[in-house]
């Protein structure tokens, strides 16, 4: 999964995609590296992100998202706006990836009834703005994996078919360097759970902390905590470094790499 991000602000990339045009031009260079899936997000949800109206948000994704529905491959987006949900599923997209894991006033009942689209679900407290105030866990994986369990369940219980959902632990959101390496560990018990996972190392910021690197200078962290992640059952690994991760895995599963 190839992340797009339309935003002046994300913590990696903001700026580097904020037009519409440079945006298209990033979304076809991914298609040209491998990607499998196009995730389109038009507001940050770095530590400390503000807020931003519905409007604002579909005014950064909507050019981008009728040009990338044409591409070929699914196209998901990063939103947790309701409102957001459904005008890209009116115009096609495939797949929606929400950080708040459908909380939204009437998110649920829309990809209820919408019948076919993927879902992503994945872990947070609060909202990005004061998230990484909230880790108090006394015990992270057997947290984040009853929260995702009980999400899952209400989900399937408002009419969604279980098959539709990716559940996503949330690397990175709400959760110390420490919290992440623990989850990251014991990802495997997340599996139990019954549906596939999601995950996004790329770039994060206890990525910086292990290796002393930059937010510019942790591809190949990225790359090896993709290539972890899968070891350990991941079946998506949402990444800026597309061409590199790609190539990385298919010379790993050439050696018969072992996996969860």
């Not at 529905?69 to 949900?85: A, H, I, R, W, Y």
């Amino acid at each position: 999964m190839g992340i797009v991000n339309v935003t002046p602000d994300s913590f990696s990339d903001g700026g580097h995609h904020a037009d519409a045009s440079s945006a298209i031009d990033f979304c076809e260079r991914l298609l040209g590296e491998g990607v499998d899936i196009l995730d389109l997000g038009g507001e940050s949800t770095r530590p400390g992100a503000p807020r931003l109206e519905a409007d604002e948000e579909w005014k950064r994704l909507e050019p981008v998202l009728r040009a990338a529905l044409n591409f070929g491959v699914p196209v998901s987006v990063d939103t947790c706006k309701t409102e957001v949900m459904r005008r890209a599923l009116d115009l096609g997209v495939d797949i929606i990836n929400d950080v708040q894991a459908l909380r939204d006033e009437g998110a649920d009942a829309l990809l209820a009834s919408h019948g076919s689209a993927g879902i992503c679900l994945m872990h947070m407290r609060g909202q990005p703005a004061g998230m990484q105030r909230l880790t108090d866990y006394e015990d992270v994986v057997t947290e984040v994996a009853s929260f995702l369990a009980d999400r899952l369940r209400h989900m399937v219980g408002v009419g969604v078919a279980a098959e539709r959902i990716t559940l996503d632990p949330g690397y990175g959101f709400a959760k110390t360097v420490e919290q992440n390496l623990e989850l990251q560990r014991r990802q495997r018990e997340l599996l139990a759970l019954g549906r596939p996972l999601l995950v996004g190392w790329s770039r994060k910021s206890t990525l910086g902390a292990v290796t002393g690197k930059a937010v510019d200078e942790r591809m190949s962290a990225s790359v090896g905590a993709a290539l972890a992640s899968v070891a350990l059952g991941a079946r998506v690994v949402r990444v800026h470094d597309v061409g590199a991760t790609v190539d990385a895995l298919k010379v790993w599963q050439a050696f018969g790499a072992p996996q969860a």
